[in-house]
Structures are given as C-alpha cells and as structure tokens.
T-cell receptor, first 110, second 111 residues
Framework: DVKVTQSSRYLVKRTGEKVFLECVQD?????MFWYRQDPGLGLRLIYF???????EKGDIPEGYSVSREKKERFSLILESASTNQTSMYLC?????????FGQGTRLTVV | GEDVEQSLFLSVREGDSSVINCTYT??????LYWYKQEPGAGLQLLTY?????DMKQDQRLTVLLNKKDKHLSLRIADTQTGDSAIYFC???????????FGQGTELSVKP
C-alpha cells in the first residue's frame, strides 16, 4: 500500500513564527503536491514538485515556500505564519495518473 | 481556464441512491477522479474513469461521463450512513500533471 505520511495531525503556532510541514512518501513517486483545504473553497494547490530540487508554484503560493532535497520528502514552509494561514494542509504524491494523500495537518495560527 | 464545479451539499435517506454531479472545463483531460474525505481525514481515491469510457461500475458505485457536456457523475446505490463524507471530483489536464479539484460535495445520509 502506498503511504503518504504528514509529520503532524494538529499544530498550533504563533503569528510570525516560521513553520515547517513535512511530508514523506514511500513509493518513489516523482510528483508531490501541497494543497490547502478551506470550507467552501475545496482544495487549492500551493506548490508542486516534479522531481528532486524542482518546484513549481500552484494557485496560491504567496506566503509559502517548499523544499525537496530528497525524492521521498516534500516540505512546506510558512516563512512568517499569519492567522489567514489557519487551514487544513494536505500533501499528496503521484506516479502520474492519480494522487495519494496524507491524513492532513490542521494548522491553527494564533 | 481550468475549473471543476460541484454543488456543495446533498442530503439523502439511508437506502436511497445518491447522485453527485460535477462539471469540468478541460475536454482533453485523460483521467477524471472521485475522491472521498471522511471527517478529519485525508482524501481517499474512490474511483476514476478514463476519458474514452462512458461508464464505470464498481460494486455500489457507478461513474458516468458525458464528454460532450463535460459532465461527470457519481452514483452511490443503497446509500449507507457510512457514506456520509465530502466527495471531490478532480481532473488532471494533460499538460499540467497536477490534480484540479472541485469544491467538494458534502453528502449527508439520514437514517
């Protein structure tokens, strides 16, 4: 079974903090994605990566950056957390045709 | 542009059939998907259909694809309370490689 693991289920951070969300997949997939999910807005793509050290902006990259130093790991970084980044964050990996998701990280910025 | 649209809510009685609808804009998408999200969980791939198919059936699930109208639907037969969840329609545009999701339809099943 494909496994996509996000480092935390719940996270509470203070405004202005630098926040790291980690995601690891065990199936050697090239593609990895970070989405955020908000009620009524569905899933919006923040960043994605087709390969190690490669990244591309999604629909809402402002306030975020990413890192992919190893194929299995894709990190999402909030450079200076703000309250409007309170959300559910979902990581996914994909061989191409379809994506497998982690369990999500619910981040609250206070 | 790329866009996937779904209605936000659907309520049915246990034992009835549920039909969740979705419209998409990229007619060249090769794959179309349905994902299920239970409360507090990530997304689980429920089923998918290739664009050269009109219908796919998998136990209680039936997916219908109307390419002319760019309309995708998911029918759940004999809906159970355990089917209560948010259902997302998604497509992968051929050049994009990234999943484009609809807003999600929250299915509520009443006993």
């Amino acid at each position: 079974d494909v496994k996509v693991t996000q480092s935390s289920r719940y996270l509470v951070k203070r405004t202005g903090e630098k926040v790291f969300l980690e995601c690891v997949q065990d199936m050697d997939h090239e593609n990895m994605f970070w989405y955020r999910q908000d009620p009524g807005l569905g899933l919006r793509l923040i960043y994605f990566s087709y390969d190690v050290k490669m990244k591309e902006k999604g629909d809402i990259p402002e306030g975020y950056s990413v890192s992919r130093e190893k194929k299995e790991r894709f990190s999402l970084i909030l450079e200076s957390a703000s309250t409007n980044q309170t959300s559910m964050y979902l990581c996914a990996s994909s061989p191409r045709e379809y994506a497998f998701f982690g369990q999500g990280t619910r981040l609250t910025v206070v | 542009g790329e866009d996937v649209e779904q209605s936000l809510f659907l309520s049915v009685r246990e034992g009835d059939s549920s039909v969740i609808n979705c419209t998409y804009t990229d007619s060249s998408s090769t794959y179309l998907y349905w994902y299920k999200q239970e409360p507090g969980a990530g997304l689980q791939l429920l089923t998918y259909i290739f664009s050269n198919m009109d219908m796919k059936q998998d136990q209680r699930l039936t997916v219908l694809l109307n390419k002319k109208d760019k309309h995708l639907s998911l029918r759940i037969a004999d809906t159970q309370t355990g089917d209560s969840a948010i259902y997302f329609c998604a497509e992968i545009p051929p050049l994009g490689g990234k999943l484009i999701f609809g807003q999600g339809t929250e299915l509520s099943v009443k006993p």
